[in-house]
Each structure stands twice: as structure tokens, then as C-alpha cells.
């Protein structure tokens, strides 16, 4: 399974220590960057690539990380077949729901509010748990589309 993943500046330290464990968990991950830190850099652009990737690949996910994740959220969440949940702390239910209930397939993270072990443990649940397939939860979803 793929997995692409993106970051704007807020999220570059998080996204580089994502990617080996990611890739660890026997994913193929792509990352479509930035390479290279950049405060001034624009998360629209730079998370994007992610949503349209993920929209024309059934079997692939995304991590989309930036301050808070809200932003990021917004911008692929506007993008047809993208169902994109926000993690930010909390409970772990969260990102597992996400899947369960919405068969997301785009997780946003934010940097500022998670530490290292949370983001990893919110990615592997949300990487890890399939999609419950019950007809409800496929009527909300065909009603969200």
C-alpha cells in the first residue's frame, strides 16, 4: 500500500521522522515534500499534490502535517473522494474512527499540538484499521459526496 505524504514548515521536522517509521510499518511512502525548510513556504500548494494523488488511488492514504492541521485539512477536503480526519492530540479513537466510520483516506496532523510517539501511534491506528464497510456508514459516506 502507498502512503504520500506532505508538510508545510510547521510540520517539516514531524513529516522527516514520519516517513523512516512509516516505511518501517512496510508501507511504500512517497514524499512529496518540502525537502528543505522554508517558514515561508504556503501549505495549500505544498499538500495538494497529496489530496489529488490519494483521490485517483483506491488503495493509497495520505499524512498531510502542518501547525495545526486545520488548514491542511480544508484544502484537500475540498477535493472530489477525499474524506481527510484532523488529529491533534487526544484520543487515539479519533484517527481509528475516522477509518471505521468514514473510511478516511487522508490523515492531518498537527504539529504543534502532538508529540513524536502520539503522531506515530495516530498514523499506525489510522493506517492500520480498515473501514467497517456497514451499510450505514456507506450511506453517510455516498451523502457526504
Known sequence: MKVYIASDHAGFSLKEILVPFISSLGYLVSDLGPTTYNEDDDYPSLVRPVGSLVSHESDAFGIIIGGSGEGEAMVVNHMEGIRCAEYYGGSLDIPKLAREHNNANILSLGARFVTE?????????????PFSGEERHKRRIEEIE
Open 117 to 129: 510517539h502520539e503522531a506515530k501511534d495516530a498514523v499506525q491506528i489510522f493506517l492500520e484499521t
